[in-house]
């Protein structure tokens, strides 16, 4: 019964892990255009900034003054910084082939984007050698973190019985 149990947890690690090259390709054309958009305003900003006679951080440095321009200053702000750490995801995430992306989840990590692709996302049969190949290591994934944690519970029960009295171990 173990190795049925072991076998099948192991089949849901492949057919999860098989699903993240074509989540991770969606994912690369969403934050494509989350870059595109971020850019645009920029553009603008900097343009005004440029035709006030001002560079982005003087821009930025002189919205000031009220409840609005400061919020509208962080506004700007994390605009900048998000658009900075898209890019630089997207270039690491662009040069990586889907395989190579299993190792950088951690890229991942606009959560607009994330979210979005996550609710347009549909699993199917992976067909492609990234799939496959992906399902296969999540196979191996999977039965080797069963047999790592049916391992440890043995020998934790293996402990608590040769600390139970004599007359109680079986």
């Excluded at 849901?12 to 074509?22: I, T, V």
């Excluded at 750490?85 to 662009?94: E, H, S």
């Excluded at 190792?103 to 199917?124: E, I, N, S």
Aim: proline fraction near 5%.
């Amino acid at each position: 019964m173990a190795g049925v149990l072991r076998l099948g947890f192991a089949a849901c690690c492949a057919a999860a892990l098989s699903q993240f090259p074509a989540f991770s390709d969606q994912y690369v054309q969403r934050l494509g255009g989350q870059v595109d958009a971020l850019s645009r305003v920029t553009a603008d900003f900097d343009s005004s900034a440029s035709r006030a006679g001002l560079t982005r951080e003087q821009a930025l440095a002189d919205l000031s003054g009220s409840t609005f321009r400061d919020l509208h200053q962080r506004d700007m702000g994390r605009v900048f910084t998000r658009l900075d750490r898209a890019r630089a995801d997207l270039a690491l995430l662009r040069a990586a082939a889907p395989l190579e992306r299993i190792a950088l989840p951690h890229r991942l990590r606009d959560p607009a984007t994330l979210a979005a692709t996550w609710g347009d996302f549909r699993p199917a049969l992976p067909v492609t050698t990234a799939g496959i190949t992906a399902a296969a290591i999540g196979l191996g994934l999977g039965m080797a973190l069963w047999s790592a944690v049916a391992a440890l519970l043995r020998r934790r029960r293996r402990a608590d019985i040769r600390h139970q009295p004599p007359a109680l171990r079986r």
